[in-house]
């Protein structure tokens, strides 16, 4: 560097002297690098570098520094990333690690980065993402869709997804070698990045205003926490809390649980899990059905053998029953016949008595009833015999 001018014994430079001795100062102020943290803004990636500011606002007034991974730097960050989960966007907060750097051209100080603490950024995501699950568990928002009830026969499905995904195709796969005639309503969607959120929302918001819709299923395969990110995003939560119909998920891996997933009626670990589900539900109301009906028609089958059995029994009774009236008829119809043979003149005259009529026919019941000379006609058991009254004895 060449002599310092002095001017009334204060240094004096030109432009990028002064830039040379800013960087100078900084290099040998920050020999191993300093970490500063903030919020992501003005993300840019042109090929092979990487842009981007930190800003913080303290008191409303906002402070910026500029970020530059330069492409030596930006493999071994990115393997970073990737091992973490993570990918850098606007809004994410982090915390890099670099040298100062003031580049004179534009006059700004910069930050030429080297490294990344991911667990940082996981810890503040961790921290937003346990402060909107307490704030949705407080307002009730959790149980709403639960409260939901599953359809008897969930059949008319509306599924939000990629159609491109491959937890989807294996899903669709499921229900349809189910062999159960489901009716599939596909809104096909961004799973992640930036149009995520908001195609997911009002996928889920017109299904809710159709009728036609049973369930509605939200799926999404495996990846990264970064490209799960949008199923712990707060609209998509209030859109499946205010859904009109049940909403199952299936979103990640087994060891993945979105905000989805905790707001949703059911929970299913993938995307296959979730149409088995309700494959499930369908099949046990079939099991149910059958054996329902198996127990009717064996009911029917036991109150049919015991009507069968009873109108034998009562068939059985009339023939008794009328053979054993006719019998007793028969009986008294024979006591009255004796009763009236005992009362027949004839069987009495055999007994020795007879009956007398006068010429007229009269009964002659007493001697008055004739006089000397009347004709008068004695009948007895076998016979009549003719008389001449010659004296009556009173």
């Given at each position: ?373 009347d004709t008068i006609t004695t009948l007895v058991a076998d016979g009549a015999i003719t008389s001449t009254v010659e004296g009556t004895d009173r």
């Amino acid at each position: 560097m060449p002599d310092i001018e002095l001017v009334d014994g204060v240094p004096s430079f030109t432009v990028s002297q002064f830039a040379g001795v800013l960087n100078k100062v900084l290099s040998q102020s920050f020999d191993d690098g300093v970490w500063v943290e903030g919020e992501i803004q003005g993300y840019r990636a042109p090929k092979p570098h990487l842009y981007f500011s930190l800003v913080e606002v303290v008191n409303g007034k906002t402070s910026k520094l500029d970020i530059k991974i330069f492409a030596g730097m930006l493999a071994p960050i990115q393997k970073k990333l990737r091992n973490a989960g993570l990918e850098l966007k606007d809004g994410m907060k982090v915390r890099v690690r670099g040298n100062p750097d003031f580049y004179a051209p534009f006059g700004t100080l910069g930050l030429k980065t080297f490294d990344i603490d991911t667990k940082f950024t996981i810890g503040d995501i961790a921290e937003q993402r346990a402060a909107l699950i307490q704030k949705l568990k407080d307002t009730g928002v959790t149980k709403m869709n639960k409260r939901r009830p599953v359809p008897v026969v969930p059949l008319r499905l509306g599924i939000v997804s990629s159609s491109q995904a491959a937890g989807f195709a294996d899903a669709r796969k499921h229900l349809m070698e189910s062999g159960i005639a489901f009716s599939i309503t596909l809104c096909d969607v961004r799973v992640q990045g930036d149009e995520a959120v908001p195609m997911i929302v009002g996928a889920i918001q017109a299904l809710s205003r159709r009728d036609d819709i049973d369930l509605v299923l939200v799926m999404r395969g495996g990846g990264s926490k970064n490209d799960l990110a949008a199923f712990d995003d707060e609209r998509i939560a209030m859109a499946i809390a205010r859904c009109r119909h049940p909403v199952f998920t299936g979103i990640g891996h087994q060891v993945d649980q979105s905000i989805a997933d905790i707001v949703a009626h059911t929970e299913c670990k993938t995307p296959t899990a979730c149409a088995d589900a309700v494959i499930e539900i369908v099949n046990d109301f079939l099991h149910d059905l059958n054996s329902t009906a198996a127990h009717v028609r064996s009911a029917t089958l036991t109150a049919v053998e015991k009507a069968r059995g009873k109108m034998r029994l009562n068939r059985e009774r009339l023939v008794t029953r009328a053979r054993t009236a006719l019998e007793r008829q028969g009986q008294r119809v024979a006591l009255h016949a004796a009763t009236v043979r005992g009362l027949d003149p004839v069987v009495t005259m055999a007994r020795g008595w007879s009956i007398t009529r006068t010429a007229d026919g009269r009964v002659v019941r007493s001697a008055a009833d004739v006089a000397k000379g009347d004709t008068i006609t004695t009948l007895v058991a076998d016979g009549a015999i003719t008389s001449t009254v010659e004296g009556t004895d009173r």
